[in-house]
């Protein structure tokens, strides 16, 4: 089911408050959180019901660590093993489901071999559920959390909001608010900010990502060649389609779940305002940021180590984020590409060497537009056409109004004539809307500030019942969310 659907937004999810506040209102503790459970299991199997049952057997399998890891005897078993079979077993069942294909493609590809591909379908929110319970397992070793009851693990990881897409959650950051009694009553200004904070993450994908998508796939998947404009034209709508689709999503989980009381962390903090890679990454996708950090980064020694491995830590964490995110080459490259930018960044603090912070953010922003290239290509041919025409060799085009002032410059090999139709734009208006976007991104609040700031007042309203009216009229486009893939 989808956040963007009519059905979500006008049956489940005002189904789903009114039974939750109606137990917890009758103090009936237990039955609002199998309430939240089933109506969380029935948002997950509405897509494809056979992943009901590998979602179950992941959280039975992981509460059984878990609560193993929690006792004072293991049964003869260390710690350790029982943590690291339980680890296993969630790469184990990612790996399966994530990266079979891709590995017998290699196999293939570099033996000669003909092995059947079973073309597996990657279960919705797998990624994001299987670290999740990697935390928890994690936690649990070094007695951070405790958690003896399986309803309760079954609602911290199922429940709805995050479940398809993150955030990536901690036990301890989010179980405690549901024993937390301020939070069994309807909180009117929680409801308010949460209505807001969906009306908003609807906005941004149904009317400006699903506008920007039309004009990346275009340049990406559908043009043969692309000229300067153009190949700029059609990174720049990636790169901003992916901000609004993902944040987008963001502000949705985080607006429904604080209309239940229950907060869920940031995901972005204006990462495009970053001025170097590593804030970049303080503000981007947080909590897995938190996740590579806490579960990858530390226990490989982090900074205490030599400064040469330390540059190892940071580049292999990036390159396994890389892989996170999908089974195909341009995404270990993807994740390359940022490993090695972070490795340059701390190298470059490590001399003590300093720069203009409005340089920095050009750098930073446009190295992450390129690479974004790779993290949306499908293979190496469309990255050589875009980040080729970004530097020139599809041919410069410009607009055929101004062929009379600027004839000249055809001497230059310089055209004129349908300057961005092979990004799917139709002239200067569409090229501006990339520009005003992307100023609007640098220089204002983001949803979080305005949540932090929410005005209970008529002109907020109005404002936040017009997006929210405009994105429910936009349904009819309904798209799924980038970070479905991942």
Do not use: C
Request: no cysteine.
């Amino acid at each position: 089911m989808l956040f963007n659907s009519y059905i979500f937004i006008f049956l489940f999810l005002p189904i789903m408050l009114l039974g939750y506040f109606w137990f917890l209102r009758h103090k009936r503790i237990l039955g609002s959180k199998v309430w939240l459970v089933g109506g969380s299991l029935f948002f997950y199997g509405y897509w494809n019901v056979v992943y009901i049952p590998l979602l179950l057997g992941s959280i039975l399998v992981n509460f059984w660590v878990g609560s193993t890891l929690s006792r004072e005897k293991l049964f003869h078993l260390s710690r350790k093993v029982v943590l690291g079979l339980g680890i296993v077993f969630n790469i184990a069942l990612l790996g399966y489901f994530k990266y079979t294909d891709f590995l017998l493609e290699n196999v293939n590809d570099f033996w000669g071999t003909d092995l059947p591909l079973p073309d597996i379908i990657l279960p919705l929110g797998i990624s994001f559920f299987t670290f999740t319970q990697i935390a928890f397992l994690v936690d649990a070793y070094k007695a951070k959390v405790k958690e003896v009851d399986f309803l309760n693990y079954m609602l911290f990881v199922s429940y709805f909001p995050h479940l398809l897409a993150g955030p990536i959650l901690h036990h301890a950051e989010m179980m405690p608010q549901f024993v937390n009694r301020w939070n069994w009553a309807v909180r009117w200004r929680n409801v308010a900010v949460g209505v807001f904070l969906f009306s908003l993450g609807l906005f941004k994908k149904v009317i400006i990502a699903d506008t920007f998508a039309a004009w990346a796939n275009t340049g990406f998947d559908v043009a043969l060649t692309l000229n300067l404009f153009e190949a700029w034209a059609t990174s720049l709508s990636y790169t901003l389609q992916l901000y609004f689709d993902f944040s987008g999503y963001t502000d949705m989980a985080i607006g429904i779940s604080l209309m239940f009381n229950i907060r869920l962390p940031i995901n972005f903090n204006s990462p495009y305002k970053a001025r170097d890679i590593q804030d970049f990454w303080r503000r981007w996708h947080i909590t897995l940021s938190r996740f590579l950090r806490d579960y990858i980064y530390i226990p490989l020694g982090g900074n205490k180590v030599g400064r040469f491995h330390n540059y190892g830590n940071l580049f292999a964490v990036f390159l396994i984020g890389g892989l996170w995110h999908g089974a195909s080459w341009m995404f270990v490259i993807w994740g390359a590409l940022h490993g090695g930018a972070i490795v340059i960044h701390r190298i470059w603090k490590d001399l003590g060497l300093r720069m203009w912070g409005w340089l920095g953010w050009f750098i930073t922003f446009n190295f992450v537009n390129v690479a974004w290239i790779f993290f949306r290509a499908k293979n190496f041919d469309v990255v050589t056409k875009v980040l080729g025409g970004m530097i020139g060799q599809g041919g410069i085009m410009l607009p055929d109004e101004l062929y009379e002032k600027l004839e000249f410059l055809g001497e230059h090999g310089i055209e004129f004539g349908y300057w961005v139709m092979n990004a799917g734009m139709s002239g200067l208006g569409d090229v501006m809307t990339i520009g005003v976007t992307l100023f609007l991104v640098i220089w204002m609040d983001n949803s979080h500030q305005w949540s932090e700031k929410f005005p209970m007042n008529w002109k907020f309203a109005v404002l936040v019942s017009v997006m929210l009216v405009i994105g429910i009229q936009s349904l009819t486009k309904v798209s799924a969310f980038l970070y479905f893939n991942f």
